[in-house]
């Protein structure tokens, strides 16, 4: 994985579509081909669920890699970073606002 000091939401926002998550709904959903998102954490819990390809996870200090027909589930404020490797991969994410649960 390479490092990356900032990221630049718009240049991805066009592989993404998604239902925004605010106060007022319980969940967003994203369906995404991802490269690299770098390391960060959110106040929701995360289900990322690889439905073609690859894609490597690294959650706090450990590396993952997530394959085809595959899922993991993020914990709220736990530190993760999502990258592909060699091959293209689309991905679902569902993010659940903390307030569902």
């Given amino acids: 994985m390479t490092s990356t000091e900032n990221i630049n939401i718009e240049l991805i926002k066009p592989l993404i579509k998604e239902f925004p998550l605010s106060d007022e709904h319980t969940a967003a959903f994203s369906y995404i081909s991802i490269e690299e998102y770098p390391i ?3 106040l929701h ?18 590396d ?7 899922f993991t589930i993020i914990n709220p404020f736990e530190l993760h970073a999502l990258y ?10 569902l993010e659940i606002n903390e307030k569902f649960y």
């Fill in 40 to 42: 960060h954490s959110h």
């Fill in 45 to 62: 819990m995360e289900l990322i669920y690889v439905m073609e390809g690859d894609l490597h996870i690294k959650v706090g200090v450990s």
């Fill in 64 to 70: 993952y890699v997530l394959h085809e027909g595959q």
């Fill in 84 to 93: 592909a490797e060699e091959k293209s991969n689309k991905t679902c994410i």
